[in-house]
């Protein structure tokens, strides 16, 4: 049986202060409890950049102005396959929050720690901290 792939947009959204807004993952949920950068699946016929807008809009109620694109990772899991674009958000307007209740926090960029967050997202976490300047 052939798995499925999923394609996914994440906002590494980061403030002026070098915080980056982090979200929890849902306990039942796949990789439940692992922090995360937020965004979602790309909907049929969505670019990664429609769907980072829109998943930003609709789990931490911002709107996105500015973004580039900083990675795009492919990770294998024993269930489905998952195509991962990071961007990084650093123009948005409104204050980022759990909007679908999950915890949330700003972090600042050199206190993230990989092991806090899926395995696929490991290797830009690695990247941020060594990066931040």
């Known amino acids: 049986m052939e798995?499925?792939?999923?394609?996914?947009?994440?906002?590494?959204?980061?403030?002026?202060?070098?915080?980056?807004f982090i979200t929890q993952r849902r306990a039942d949920s796949h990789m439940g409890g692992f922090w995360e950068f937020p965004g979602g699946k790309l909907e049929q016929g969505e670019t990664p950049e429609q769907a980072l807008?829109?998943?930003?809009?609709?789990?931490?109620?911002?709107?996105v102005t500015h973004?580039?694109?900083?990675?795009?990772?492919?990770?294998?899991?024993?269930?489905?396959?998952?195509?991962l674009y990071f961007f990084l958000v650093d123009q948005w307007e409104n204050e980022p929050f759990g909007k679908?209740?999950?915890?949330?926090?700003?972090l600042l960029q050199t206190k993230l720690i990989a092991d806090e967050f899926p395995p696929a997202n490991r290797s830009v976490v690695g990247l941020l901290t060594n990066n931040s300047n």
């Not at 394609?7 to 980056?20: L, P, T, Y």
């Not at 998943?55 to 709107?63: A, P, R, Y």
């Not at 973004?67 to 195509?83: A, K, P, V």
């Open 3 to 20: 798995k499925k792939h999923l394609h996914i947009a994440a906002g590494i959204i980061k403030n002026s202060n070098d915080e980056i």
């Open 53 to 63: 807008i829109r998943e930003l809009k609709e789990e931490v109620g911002i709107t």
């Open 67 to 83: 973004y580039e694109l900083m990675e795009i990772i492919t990770h294998e899991f024993s269930d489905r396959n998952i195509t």
């Open 100 to 106: 679908e209740g999950q915890p949330s926090r700003w």
